[in-house]
């Protein structure tokens, strides 16, 4: 069964395209993570998804039921919102509550459900206390529990953890995806944050300027990225301009980097390098000659900065893998050719 | 410090300037003889009784009060479907209607008097208890219209949104979390406009000043054909129903906010 | 639930009941005092239905202009003292704790809920012989018997400040209270004393503020009818007192229409150059 299918999809305001011509099909309890920077669409797809907005074309479906034309209050929904939306005239209690009491659902059972939200959520005891007492973290479990109350067909966030600090991040991700696995309902979250999506995310969706881009496992984003924008907005990379030369070998910045060549009849493409793989040794042969210009030693990781042929390129490496360098020092840069990624496109 | 000294001072000043009077009436108000002396000679709570005895102040008390919690009413009834309506619809053209309920409030008193005197002359209903309700309550509608806007547009979006997403239609959205949210709001819309309209003299003078009297009226009339220590008495109780009134609304709400201090314009 | 444009007449339905009674009970009494004002008196009703200009042409005796020349006067006046009072008290309220800001404003929005007649009657005992202020000059021996400080213009002139200044002061709360601290902190650090920094920094970047206020005032100052009454003498009499006075005492309607007329075209011009220097003010 899919659990979300987006057909066509486009929202136009005006003359700008926010969401142009989105289709993904998401088999049910998978858990998506729509990716990307500021302005690329996603909060207006999640939002069309919700019912919050109309698309101008296209279809959207929850598991195989067509509701582009459904209004949000009967589309079945959990969402959690950036401001968590919780409502400060009702307890914790009455909050989880909401979607039961306007259901007409007998007291016992709003009752019951409650208490056993609130222990999924670790907040047992919560229910009488007034939202504004609680803090950043309680309140964003309360508005997931909200969320979960009524056992949703699509579990919807946006930004949901933006407000917490980062530490406290990091655990709600994981304690978020958990939950998901636990009740194997279809979420979808919106996050600018690619550490996020990489964390909880069955498939990462990377959007930019309203399209998707990209629509994989956050390994397979990372490891192969289908073009420069991808590959530039998941973590670090070196995108390097690539030739082909005469006998066939893809040239790097004047030298030819063995075991790797292009499409036949590709005359110029990028590369992409992510930090951790290029490899630095003495000058030499064989190896793109630079100059170090800073190293950033961050005590887990040491960030060498190597300028080459007016590039500046970036190498990652452990403490334990130490290069011998301080800025100043001619260094030679490896790019071992399974790891480069050529970006076409 | 010599700048915290400065403004000591002059908070001091000002303080002495809006209390003189009102203290000046508070001491009239206590004289033990029908005598408007200050500081007063003897002490007499009578004259605060007298409001409630004397047939013709009580009447005029009850004439207020009765006019002031209809007027109110009828001003929030229609404050709060106008206020509802410009928040929930995109409608550029009705704010037609908030500068209208707005206008009677900015102009000088005299004009929307005289014109409710010229329509109740010309439609024959002057001197009719009623006429005054309807007046003030066009006269007052600014004020709740203010406050409910004010209560509309602190409405986070995000929580209309949230409602629906968990199943509740527009009706269900209104009732459980707009009405909620707006109450502190049409509250002190209905206290402001009760306040002001017990104490508004000369509309309902326009109105209503030949068939009956409201305490004001009453007050301006005793100021012309003799003064009693009573009207200090009723001055005092106004200005401590007033001070009771909006003490409650700063209690229970937040009265910086309403007056502007955060949070966006009244548009 | 998205706010939108309303697609059905039943749509409407919620503005239905408030423009009607908005229509009905404003605009067209309104507009029943504009019609008024062209007719002609009737010294046994209220007035006769006709068309003349009498009670326009009534404006140009020397009387009408002279008392037109007073009210203006007397408003430019009680403007500028209440700003000038309540300008630095309500800049100096807003660095206050917020009990005290709470206090003095559940203190103001008292006063000036107040009656006029309150006020007025307030006023003339303060100021009276009997129980005035003079009694406590002379109980301290600096005055040697007690005297009356009314009927007279300065009586007229206080008793209107004192209505006016809680309307001054929560009507410049606002802009005060929002004015960016950092403003202010920057010009200290730059070296200016608190009270030159006022003058030169919080002054200036609140002027349309201040004229916008100014003209608030005089406007509400145009339309006190009772205090001159109360506290003056007929020579202190303003427009307002005038229409108040033609419209109930001499019964001629349609002249009490035309001075009302003529106020709110005075007044609309004046709200319509304070909304035109608001304008200005957030275009900045």
Redesign the interface.
């Known amino acids: 069964m899919s659990g979300l299918s987006l057909n066509d999809v486009t929202k136009e305001f005006g003359n700008f395209k926010a969401v142009d011509r989105v289709a993904l099909n998401v088999p049910h309890g998978t858990f998506v993570c729509l990716l990307g920077p500021s302005g690329c669409g996603k909060t207006t797809l999640l939002r069309m998804i919700a019912g919050l907005e109309e698309p101008t074309s296209g279809s959207i479906a929850i598991d195989d039921d067509d509701i582009t034309k459904v209004p949000t209050h009967k589309r079945d929904l959990g969402m959690v919102f950036q401001s968590l939306a919780l409502f400060p005239h009702l307890s914790v209690g009455e909050n989880i509550a909401y979607p039961l009491r306007i259901r007409g659902r007998s007291k016992d059972e709003q009752a019951r459900r409650v208490d056993e939200l609130l222990k999924l959520i670790h907040l047992t005891g919560f229910a009488d206390r007034p939202v504004a007492k609680l803090s950043g973290g309680q309140r964003q479990r309360v508005a997931i529990a909200r969320a979960l109350a009524l056992s949703p067909r699509l579990f919807l966030l946006d930004e949901p953890l933006s407000a917490l600090d980062a530490k406290l991040r990091e655990a709600m991700q994981v304690e978020l995806r958990q939950l998901q696995q636990k009740l194997g309902i279809t979420t979808i979250v919106v996050t600018h944050d690619q550490r996020e999506a990489m964390t909880m995310a069955d498939l990462v969706v990377v959007m930019g300027e309203g399209r998707i881009r990209q629509a994989a496992a956050p390994v397979e984003i990372y490891r192969k990225p289908a073009d420069a924008f991808v590959a530039d907005f998941i973590g670090m990379t070196n995108l390097l301009p690539v030739e082909a030369d005469g006998a066939g070998r893809a040239v790097v910045l004047g030298t030819a980097v063995p075991g790797l060549s292009l499409s036949a009849g590709v005359k110029k493409a990028q590369i992409s390098v992510r930090p951790e793989d290029v490899r630095l040794t003495a000058p030499g042969d064989g190896a793109i000659s630079g100059t170090v210009t800073f190293v950033r030693d961050l005590g887990g990781t040491i960030e060498t900065f190597v300028e080459a042929g007016g590039r500046t390129i970036v190498a990652v490496a452990t403490p334990r893998e130490r290069p011998n360098v301080v800025a100043g020092s001619p260094v030679g840069i490896v790019l071992p050719a399974e790891s480069c990624v050529v970006l076409e496109k | 410090m010599m700048q915290n000294w400065l403004r000591r001072l002059y908070f001091g000043v000002v303080a002495l300037f809006i209390a003189a009077p009102l203290v000046v009436v508070l001491g009239v108000s206590v004289n033990q003889k029908q005598d408007l002396t200050f500081p007063p000679k003897g002490f007499s709570l009578a004259w605060y009784s007298q409001i409630f005895t004397d047939p013709e102040w009580r009447s005029a008390l009850i004439a207020s009060l009765l006019l002031a919690l209809s007027s109110a009413a009828i001003a929030v009834s229609v404050a709060l479907p106008l206020s509802w309506f410009l928040w929930r619809r995109k409608a550029p053209w009705a704010r037609i209607f908030q500068l209208l309920g707005v206008a009677p409030f900015i102009l000088p008193p005299v004009i929307t008097a005289l014109g409710f005197l010229t329509f109740w002359a010309t439609t024959g209903f002057y001197g009719q208890p009623w006429t005054a309700a309807i007046s003030h309550a066009i006269f007052f509608v600014t004020l709740p219209l203010v406050t409910l806007s004010l209560g509309f547009a602190s409405i986070d979006n995000s929580l209309v949104e949230a409602a629906s997403t968990m199943g509740a239609d527009d009706r269900t959205v209104a009732r459980t979390v707009v009405l909620p949210l707006i109450l502190p709001y049409l509250v002190s819309g209905y206290a402001f406009a009760f306040v002001l309209s017990l104490n508004e003299y000369i509309i309902a003078y326009m109105t209503i000043g030949f068939t009956m009297e409201t305490l004001p009226i009453k007050i301006f009339n005793a100021l012309r054909y003799g003064y009693t220590p009573t009207m200090a008495a009723v001055s005092v109780f106004f200005v401590a129903l007033a001070a009771l009134v909006f003490g409650l609304i700063a209690k229970f709400g937040d009265i910086r906010k309403l007056l502007g201090a955060m949070g966006s314009e009244v548009r | 639930?998205?706010?939108?444009?309303?697609n059905s007449l039943a749509?409407y339905g919620?503005?239905l009941?408030?423009?009607v009674?908005?229509?009905v009970?404003?605009?067209?009494?309104?507009s029943?005092?504009i019609a008024?004002s062209f007719f002609k008196r009737d010294p046994a009703g209220?007035y006769k239905t006709d068309f003349v200009l009498d009670n326009y042409a009534r404006f140009l005796t020397t009387f009408f202009g002279s008392v037109l020349g007073f009210s203006l006067m007397l408003a430019v006046l009680v403007a500028i003292c209440c700003v000038a009072?309540a300008f630095?008290?309500t800049y100096?309220l807003t660095k206050c704790s917020?009990k005290v800001?709470?206090v003095w404003?559940?203190?103001?929005?008292?006063?000036l809920?107040?009656?006029?007649?309150?006020?007025?009657?307030?006023?003339?005992?303060?100021f009276?012989r009997?129980?005035?202020?003079t009694?406590l000059l002379v109980a301290i021996g600096l005055m040697s018997e007690p005297q009356a400080l009314l009927p007279g213009f300065g009586a007229v002139l206080t008793g209107m400040v004192?209505q006016a200044?809680?309307y001054t002061i929560?009507v410049l709360?606002?802009a005060l209270?929002?004015l960016d601290p950092t403003l202010l902190e920057a010009a200290r650090t730059l070296g200016s004393s608190?009270?030159r920094a006022f003058f030169n920094v919080v002054t200036p970047a609140l002027r349309n503020t201040l004229v916008a206020t100014l003209i608030m005032v005089f406007?509400f100052a145009?339309?006190s009818?009772?205090l001159p009454q109360?506290l003056g003498r007929p020579q202190h009499w303003t427009l307002?007192v005038l229409?108040?006075d033609q419209?109930?005492y001499q019964s001629n309607?349609p002249f009490?229409?035309a001075m009302?007329v003529f106020?709110?075209l005075i007044?609309l011009a004046l709200?319509g150059l304070t909304l035109l220097v608001g304008r200005k003010e957030n275009a900045a």
């Open positions: 639930m998205r706010r939108e444009a309303p749509d919620p503005l009941y408030p423009a009674m908005l229509v009970f404003f605009v067209v009494p309104f029943t005092m008024v209220f009072i630095p008290f100096l917020r800001q709470t404003l559940v203190c103001l929005l008292s006063v809920s107040l009656s006029e007649v309150i006020i007025g009657f307030s006023w003339s005992t303060l009276s009997t129980a005035g202020v009694n004192y200044l809680p929560l709360y606002p209270v929002r608190p009270v406007v145009l339309g009818y009772l109360i307002s229409i108040t419209a109930i309607m009490a229409a009302a106020l709110v007044s709200v």
